[in-house]
């Protein structure tokens, strides 16, 4: 039988993967639209480990609207969220310590029909909406919300988080000038944005770094030095060097943190110790090396970040009313619109070369390692 809007009694919400800063406006707004419609609203807390057999039943929270009440300005996500425990790959520790990958996508599905949840909105990036289209095809009518500070999510001009990131990136951006200066040093600050360099080029642009590395730029640290000299040459005696974590050297390899864990990303991360070592022996100056790291997305969520939240909220409840689902809710100036789920997660969304952004870096003399 096909998806009838008008039978909707009862929804869920999730969020999945990394947080970012626009979690609960989004939480929020669909909360209070579906409230609107006279549906029942309920949170799986962790991703989907509320609906896992023998899950605690805390981990299934009634969404009311004192519930979701003085939310909107709150980091992180009040349901919590994994970016482990896939249902399709769930890991579990056998007796002798070694971990076995199992499929746990029926008792989900199972439990949600049990429960009588009539569609899901799923809140997450490229991995928590992949998994949402896996459940699609397993028959779970779901409407995606596009978030991830990394703003790599095709489909949607921007997600929900990457604004706050930025903000919080240039901020201490910010902070290294000044110390960098009364050192004279070389800081080499690494951010965020796994495969993808839109927090490291919005922020060090904004930042005024002197150079910006991006994974979609393989770097020539040569090129780095002789900015650095240049701007010795020129009375600059301190330089910040903006390094994404998913960057890498011409011809070399990613930078990670150790082997991938079953059922999750591999975390990425080490790449600014490398550049700061190998430019203080180029350059002869002090070079200092720091990893923002999880400053970047938290916090309270800038205004954009909120309102866009919202926005993507009620534009869920929206698309569930008009029985559009397995869609993702996207970005389309001056409006917002959806997007078929397997759009949406088809490719990873990377900086173009010719983008504005990057032609603005090169106009004001940024080095981007090529
Ligand atoms: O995808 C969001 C993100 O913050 C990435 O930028 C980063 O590589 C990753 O998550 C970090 O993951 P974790 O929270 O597991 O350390």
Redesign the pocket.
């Known amino acids: 039988m096909g998806f009838d809007p008008k039978a909707i009694r009862k929804i869920a919400i999730n969020t999945g ?2 947080d ?1 800063p626009g979690l609960n406006a989004v939480i929020r707004a669909a909360t209070l639209a579906a409230l609107h419609n006279g549906w029942d609203v309920w949170g799986i807390r962790y991703g989907y480990r509320g609906l896992l057999d023998g899950a605690d039943p805390r981990d299934l929270v009634q969404l009311t609207a004192d519930a979701v009440r003085g939310i909107t300005h709150r980091g992180g996500s009040v349901l919590g969220t994994a ?1 482990k425990g896939n249902p399709f790959e769930f890991p579990m520790m056998e007796a002798d310590g070694s971990v076995v990958v199992i499929d746990r996508s029926d008792e989900v599905m199972r439990n949600f029909e049990r429960l009588g949840f009539d569609a899901l909105i799923c809140i997450g ?1 490229d991995g928590s909406l992949r998994i949402a289209h896996q459940f699609v095809d397993k028959g779970m009518p779901i409407v995606g919300v596009p978030k ?3 703003n790599d999510l095709s489909g949607t001009v921007i997600t929900f988080g990457f604004d706050t990131a930025i903000s919080n990136a240039c901020d201490a951006i910010d902070k290294l000038h000044t110390t960098a200066e009364s050192h004279e040093r070389v800081f080499v600050v690494e951010l ?3 495969y993808a360099g839109f ?1 490291a080029l919005n922020a060090g642009v904004s930042g005024s770094a002197d150079a910006i590395l991006i994974p979609e730029i393989p770097f020539d640290l040569n090129k780095v030095a002789e900015k650095i000299r240049q701007r010795e040459a020129a009375g600059r005696h301190f330089s910040i060097v903006v390094v994404a ?1 998913g960057a890498k050297p011409k011809g070399g390899e990613l930078t990670v943190q150790g082997p991938k864990e079953a059922g ?2 591999v ?3 080490g790449i600014a110790q490398r550049v700061a070592v190998e430019l203080g022996k180029l350059t002869g100056k002090e070079t200092r090396s720091l990893v923002l790291g ?1 400053v ?2 938290g916090g309270s969520p800038t205004a954009w970040d909120r309102l866009l939240g919202l926005r993507f909220g009620a534009a869920a409840v929206r698309a569930l009313e008009q029985g559009d689902i397995n869609v993702m809710v996207a970005l389309d100036p001056p409006t917002v619109k959806t997007i078929p789920l397997t759009q949406a997660i088809e490719r990873m969304k990377s900086v173009p070369l010719d983008s504005d952004t990057v032609l603005t870096a090169r106009a004001l003399g940024i080095c981007l390692g090529d």
């Open positions: 993967g990394g970012a970016n990036g991830t500070i990394d965020m944005g796994r927090i974590e999750r990303e975390l990425l991360g999880h970047q997305r």
